[in-house]
């Protein structure tokens, strides 16, 4: 498994030219996140290469940073876990724009021993209304209940929801 990421300033055709490299290089994209943030273009794709090398498909995907600006990186992905059986939520909390929300909502995860395998933050509206959505992996032996009480707790100013992820949805 090769793991590349890929980051450049956004405009038409930077998912296709990717995609179309590796198609035409034999591999198989199994795994894929892209966004654009701030006027950026992000993308990390987990592909299956039966042939080539990381670097013989950095080499491949090497004119994209001239024709499209990206700065692309190809690396071997470590040993792949086998899939968690954690119940999964989504965690949604939103509340006054202010610097160290995320820092402080991922700290209360942390103390709980939750993963966070999902994060996306905006600014929404004039009001300035911070707004975070996360997917989770809680542990087995934590309720939700529990969390969701704690995150009110420690996060007050924070409106916080908790709510478990339907693998259909995915």
């Keep these: 498994?090769?793991?590349?990421?890929?980051?450049?300033t956004d405009r038409p055709g930077m998912a296709h030219a990717?995609?179309?490299i590796l198609f035409d290089a034999g591999c198989n994209i199994e795994d894929t996140t892209m966004t654009?943030?701030?006027?950026?273009f992000a993308m990390i794709l987990a592909v299956e290469s039966?042939?080539?090398t990381a670097q013989e498909l950095e080499t491949?995907?090497?004119?994209?940073r001239h024709l499209l600006g990206l700065h692309i990186d190809v690396a071997t992905a470590g040993d792949a876990s086998a899939p968690s059986d954690a119940p999964r939520y989504i965690l949604t909390a939103y509340g006054p724009e202010k610097t160290?929300?995320?820092?402080?909502?991922?700290?209360?995860?942390?103390?709980?021993n939750v993963n966070v395998t999902d994060v996306q933050t905006r600014v929404a509206s004039a009001r300035k209304v911070y707004v975070m959505?996360?997917?989770?992996?809680?542990?087995?032996?934590?309720?939700?209940?529990?969390?969701?009480?704690?995150?009110?707790?420690?996060?007050?100013d924070l409106q916080?929801?908790?709510?478990?992820?339907?693998e259909e949805t995915l």
């Design 1 to 8: 498994m090769l793991i590349i990421s890929a980051v450049g």
């Design 18 to 20: 990717v995609a179309q």
């Design 36 to 40: 654009r943030l701030s006027g950026q």
């Design 50 to 52: 039966p042939d080539l």
């Design 60 to 64: 491949r995907l090497s004119p994209l």
């Design 100 to 112: 160290g929300l995320l820092a402080r909502l991922t700290g209360v995860l942390s103390e709980h």
């Design 133 to 156: 959505l996360l997917e989770l992996e809680l542990p087995v032996a934590l309720d939700a209940e529990v969390l969701k009480a704690e995150l009110k707790k420690s996060l007050g």
């Design 160 to 166: 916080v929801s908790l709510r478990e992820l339907e």
